[in-house]
C-alpha cells in the first residue's frame, strides 16, 4: 500500500519570502505520478503542479517548483515571492499508475503573513 | 472558478433521511470522482467513474450509492447516514488519456458539499 506523509501540518512565511513544504512517500512500484494540490479557504482545490516519475527534470510552474528525490522517495514543493493569496491548505498525492489508485497526504496549511 | 459544479453546499440530514448530492462538470471530461474530506483525514476517494463505468469502489460502505448516467453528472445518493459521514464532499472530474488510469491527469474539482449527519 501507498503511504503519503507530510510532515508539517501547519507553517507559516512572511510575503515575499520563499518557503518550502515537505512530502515523502512510499511505494515499491516505479511507474506513478505526483501532485501537490492547493486548496484555499473556502474555495475550490485545484491542481499546483504534477510530476511524471519518470522524468528526472523538476516540474515548474511559475512561482511554484518542486525537487523530486525519486530514490528518497520525497517531493518538496518550493513557494518562491510568497503571495497573501497563497495562504491555503496544500495536499501532496500520489497516484499509482499501474493500479489506478490514488493516495493523498493529510495536508500542509501555509499562512502567508503580510 | 473551474467548471465543475456541486449541489447543495450545504446539507443537513437526520440519519433517517435519504438525500443526494450532485456533480456536474463541463470540461467535457470523461473521467469523475467522488471524495469525503473529513477534519483531520486525509482525502478519500470513494468512487471513480471512467466513462460512466465505475471502476473503483473504495471500501465504501453501501449506505453511500454513486450514479453516473453521462460523463457530464456524478450522483451521490444517501441514505441512513452516521453522524461520522458528516464531512465535505468533493467532485472532480478528468480527461483520462487512451490506456490511462483516472487519476494520472489533472483532477478539476468542485467546491464541495459539506455535509452534516445530526
Redesign the interface.
Known amino acids: 500500500a501507498q503511504t503519503v506523509t507530510q510532515s508539517q501540518p501547519e507553517m507559516s512565511v512572511q510575503e515575499a519570502e520563499t518557503v518550502t513544504l515537505s512530502c515523502t512517500y512510499d511505494t515499491s512500484e516505479n511507474n506513478y505520478y505526483l501532485f501537490w494540490y492547493k486548496q484555499p479557504p473556502s474555495r475550490q482545490m485545484i491542481l499546483v503542479i504534477r510530476q511524471e516519475a519518470y522524468k528526472q527534470q523538476n516540474a515548474t510552474e511559475n512561482r511554484f517548483s518542486v525537487n523530486f528525490q525519486k530514490a528518497a522517495k520525497s517531493f518538496s514543493l518550493k513557494i518562491s515571492d510568497s503571495q497573501l493569496g497563497d495562504t491555503a491548505m496544500y495536499f501532496c498525492a500520489f497516484m499509482n499508475t499501474n493500479a489506478g489508485k490514488s493516495t493523498f497526504g493529510d495536508g500542509t496549511t501555509l499562512t502567508v503573513k503580510p | 472558478?473551474?467548471g465543475?459544479t456541486q449541489t447543495p453546499r450545504h446539507l443537513v440530514m437526520g440519519m433517517t433521511n435519504k438525500k443526494s448530492l450532485k456533480c456536474e462538470q463541463h470540461l467535457g471530461h470523461n473521467a469523475m470522482y467522488w471524495y469525503k474530506q473529513s477534519a483531520?483525514?486525509?482525502?478519500?476517494?470513494m468512487f471513480?467513474y471512467n466513462f460512466k463505468e465505475q471502476?473503483?469502489n473504495?471500501s465504501v460502505p453501501s449506505r453511500f450509492s454513486p450514479e453516473c448516467p453521462n460523463s457530464s453528472h456524478l450522483f451521490l445518493h444517501l441514505h441512513t447516514l452516521q453522524p461520522e459521514d458528516s464531512a465535505l464532499y468533493?467532485c472532480?472530474s478528468s480527461q483520462v488519456l487512451a490506456g490511462?488510469?483516472?487519476?494520472?491527469d489533472?483532477?478539476?474539482?468542485?467546491?464541495?458539499t459539506r455535509l452534516t449527519v445530526l
Request: glycine share 12%.
Open positions: 472558478e473551474t465543475v483531520k483525514k486525509p482525502l478519500e476517494l471513480v471502476t473503483e473504495n468533493l472532480a490511462a488510469h483516472p487519476g494520472t489533472t483532477q478539476y474539482f468542485g467546491p464541495g
